[in-house]
């Protein structure tokens, strides 16, 4: 039973550019949330996707956005990157908005 | 507002020691959920444990406590006979609100790195 897989796993960018993180959830899932975790801190919540809309959003600008496939799947968009986005994106994935949250390894951001 | 304080950003401690990671909350709802997360060098969070408002028990799973006092707002976590596997980063989260309603957006403390040395 595969469980929550990201991709890529790393990613370096240009200041600027915009970029496209892909999370797929754990089987049997169909929520998915988007963590923003800093180097040396703790994950910050950016949004959470549950029947293709977007359900909750954490304190993010609006270049940060998502998107929920049919299939569960789903994308974090970021556009006009700045250094500062550089982190550690982390995708959790839930049997509805009500239970334990299964996080993924991550996909590395590094902005130049 | 939500907030979690992890005051110990560092620890380190030789194997077989116990050790006890402090979490102090903050939070005006009466119904709210508390979290454990281990992060360990891979970068995954490994769901610990939860516990809700409205259950004080102490609870114990293997080598793990976890210590529940909402008269000071903390929710400590204790290893007994620490090993060299538990090195990581370990992560107090809080999510306010009934489950039903909030679902399970979370918010995380800074994380306590742990270091065990053989």
């Known amino acids: 039973d595969a469980g929550v897989t990201q991709s890529p796993t790393h990613l370096i960018k240009t200041r600027g550019q915009q970029v496209t993180l892909r999370c797929s959830p754990k089987?049997?899932?169909?929520?998915v949330s988007w963590y923003q975790q800093a180097l040396g801190q703790g994950p910050q919540f950016i949004f959470q996707y549950y029947e293709e809309e977007e359900r909750q959003r954490g304190n993010f600008p609006d270049r940060f956005s998502g998107h929920q496939f049919p299939n569960y799947s789903s994308e974090l968009n970021v556009n006009a990157l700045l250094l500062g986005d550089s982190a550690l994106y982390l995708c959790?994935?839930?049997?509805?908005?009500?239970?334990?949250?299964?996080f993924g390894q991550g996909t590395r951001l590094t902005v130049v | 507002a939500q907030k979690v304080t992890q005051a110990q950003t560092e620890i380190s401690v030789v194997e077989k020691e116990d050790v006890t990671l402090d979490c102090v909350y903050e939070t005006r709802d009466t119904t709210y959920y508390l979290f454990w997360y281990k992060q360990p060098p891979s970068g995954e969070l490994v769901f610990l444990i939860r516990r809700n408002s409205f259950d004080e028990q102490n609870e114990i799973s293997g080598r793990y406590s976890w210590n529940f006092q909402k008269s000071t707002s903390s929710f400590n976590f204790t290893i007994t006979a620490s090993q060299v596997v538990d090195s990581a980063v370990y992560f107090c989260?809080?999510?306010?609100?009934?489950?039903?309603?909030?679902?399970?957006?979370?918010?995380f403390g800074g994380g306590t790195r742990l270091m065990v040395k053989p």
């Open positions: 959790a994935s839930s049997l509805g908005r009500n239970t334990e949250a299964f």
């Open positions: 989260a809080l999510s306010e609100g009934s489950f039903l309603v909030a679902g399970n957006m979370l918010t």
């Open positions: 089987s049997g899932h169909d929520t």
